[in-house]
């Protein structure tokens, strides 16, 4: 199960590791398996709405059941589909890499991760890192 405390876990592993990549100041969202917030916390100068692009990657995640990576090679080849899942999830959905699923026994979903502030590549780093300190599988897609 992701609980507070694994989700405080993953936040706080997040964020060690951006620091140590002299990441740029971002946000983690750590969303349950029904796309609801468990934990967010944003980086001192992470801008306004990063709260809500990394809430979106996660969300992606969850709504589609893929990591962001896996809808952002999917919006390339059908743009149309993505943009069509996007309205149907209220343009909640950032298809891009960063939202990471959190999988658990029997490769379960138990949530996602979405991580925004530097480039889509070290969000996703950064989501992969915190997963895997609090003990699950991480599927960036």
């Given at each position: 199960m992701l609980t507070l405390d694994k989700a405080r876990i993953i936040i706080a592993e997040a964020l060690k590791t951006g620091a140590t990549n002299g990441c740029k100041p971002f946000t983690v969202a750590v969303l349950d398996a029904s796309g609801a917030l468990?934990?967010?916390e944003r980086s001192d100068g992470s801008s306004r709405m990063r709260p809500d692009i990394?809430?979106?990657?996660a969300n992606g995640a969850i709504a589609l059941g893929m990591g962001?990576?896996?809808i952002w090679k999917r919006a390339e080849e059908q743009p149309y589909f993505i943009q069509s899942m996007n309205a149907l999830a209220r343009g909640v959905l950032v298809p891009v890499p960063g939202g990471v699923l959190v999988r658990g026994p029997g490769n379960a979903i138990l949530g996602a991760v979405g991580i925004t502030g530097d480039t889509s590549d070290n969000d996703e780093i950064c989501a992969?890192?915190?997963?895997e300190a609090a003990g699950f599988t991480a599927d960036g897609g």
């Open positions: 468990v934990a967010l990394a809430m979106g990657k962001s990576r896996a992969i890192a915190g997963i």
